[in-house]
């Protein structure tokens, strides 16, 4: 004889939160897209795969906002305020801790602090497979943009974010502007122009799961008055399987010398050609990957 399943007031008072929620939506009887349009009524942003994967078991809501937002979904739902949320437990421990994000900058502690405003919570859960970033340098010796392209496999179910954190040696320079271009779209961002700093949340149009695969792109645009190029370089605090670094350089302003370096590793002086310098490395970090060049005083 079958075992009759439970009812939504015995789900909502003893869980689990995957198999409550999916009660509560059937006993509303809206389409997860009729939900996710209530909640943008209410100001709540949530993605339809999001709510696919709260009710799926597939993750949870786990971060404030979210949390919110499953306040604002009980209402919808009409089930008693605080009976989803109560069903969730206490919160799991991140595994990137941010203390860890900081050590490869000089004040990492301002880092720390930044990055804890934003969801960093998948960083390990995301093995960098190749990573591409392109540095234009205009013909006043200016940082003109950063191009960014990467592919990311995700190691758990759930990941759907990726961080970006930019650090201007300059802090009296207005912060770049991010612009996303493939695979992505920003969320939440930090903007600390009096320590040079910018975090950015860049969203993927869905969680991932174990063993897929994304692609992003973005761009970072400096605004006037423009920092005068000096220096690029990436900091790794998980290994990289392929890096690729270029900086071009306008024709009106090339240096003689270029310096490669990685830390730990190489330090190595290149001659760019046709205007540009490039370096690869492969299964690296964590460390600091970059090059450095001085401008002529008499040029």
């Not at 999916?22 to 943008?40: F, M, N, P, T, V």
């Not at 009296?172 to 920003?186: M, N, Q, T, V, Y």
């Amino acid at each position: 004889m079958a075992v009759p399943s439970p009812d939504l007031g015995t789900l909502l008072r003893e869980g689990p939160f995957d198999a409550a929620l999916r009660a509560a939506i059937r006993a509303r009887g809206l389409s997860l897209d009729r939900l996710r349009e209530h909640l943008r009524v209410r100001g709540v942003t949530v993605t339809t795969a999001t709510l696919s994967y709260w009710q799926s078991g597939r993750s949870r809501p786990e971060r404030r906002d979210s949390v919110r937002g499953l306040r604002q979904l009980e209402a919808v739902l009409e089930v008693p305020a605080g009976s989803l949320v109560a069903l969730l437990g206490p919160p799991r421990v991140r595994r990137a801790a941010p203390a860890e994000i900081g050590r490869f900058w000089t004040d990492g502690r301002r880092i720390d602090a930044a990055v804890s405003d934003v969801d960093i919570r998948w960083d390990e859960r995301l093995t960098r497979l190749s990573q591409h970033d392109v540095v234009l340098v205009g013909p006043d010796r200016e940082e003109l943009e950063f191009r960014s392209r990467q592919v990311l496999r995700a190691e758990a179910d759930g990941p759907d974010r990726w961080v970006v954190i930019l650090h201007l040696d300059e802090h009296d320079r207005p912060l770049p502007e991010l612009r996303s271009l493939r695979g992505c779209h920003a969320g939440r961002s930090v903007h600390r122009p009096e320590d040079g700093l910018l975090v950015v949340e860049l969203l993927f149009g869905r969680p991932l799961l174990r063993g897929e695969t994304v692609l992003t792109e973005h761009t970072l645009v400096n605004r006037a008055p423009h920092p005068v190029a000096t220096n690029y370089e990436r900091k790794f605090r998980l290994p990289v399987r392929e890096y690729v670094l270029e900086i071009r350089f306008s024709p009106e302003a090339v240096p003689a010398v270029c310096r490669r370096f990685a830390e730990p590793g190489e330090r190595a002086d290149v001659v760019p050609e046709s205007g540009a310098v490039h370096g690869v490395a492969l299964n690296f970090g964590p460390g600091r990957y970059g090059f450095e060049w001085d401008w002529p005083v008499n040029c």
